[in-house]
Nanobody, 120 residues
Framework: QVQLVESGGGLGQAGGSLRLSCAASGTIFRIDAMGWYRQAPGKQRELVAAIISGGSKNYADSVNGRFIISRDNAKNTVDLQMNRLKHEDTAVYYC??????????????WGQGTQVTVSS
């Protein structure tokens, strides 16, 4: 069973920075992609940024140029550096991992979510 544990987040100021980290644990055969999603009150969950094993990255237009996603394949961790924060970045941020578990079955797991609040 694969589990994700998130850390970081909290309260930030507009124009400032915050960093989120996520670590995958459990019996993992392979992780193909890791990413961050967010859900603001009254809105649907949306992709923020994702990175696949080969290193390709994908960003939402709203964060492109401000956020940086990075991954340590050896440690099965993914970080999200959030710069030039905006009030509209306020949301619960969720880590996601897609891959293959130790039983060779596909996994698509989510972290518990971490609140990011940006004061304007």
């Amino acid at each position: 069973q694969v589990q994700l544990v998130e850390s970081g987040g909290g309260l930030g100021q507009a124009g400032g920075s915050l960093r989120l980290s996520c670590a995958a644990s459990g019996t993992i055969f392979r992780i193909d992609a890791m990413g961050w999603y967010r859900q603001a009150p009254g809105k649907q969950r949306e992709l923020v940024a994702a990175i696949i094993s080969g290193g390709s990255k994908n960003y939402a237009d709203s964060v492109n140029g401000r956020f940086i996603i990075s991954r340590d394949n050896a440690k099965n961790t993914v970080d999200l550096q959030m710069n030039r924060l905006k009030h509209e970045d306020t949301a619960v941020y969720y880590c996601n991992a897609v891959g293959v578990g130790g039983n060779l079955r596909s996994v698509d797991v989510w972290g518990q979510g971490t609140q990011v609040t940006v004061s304007s």
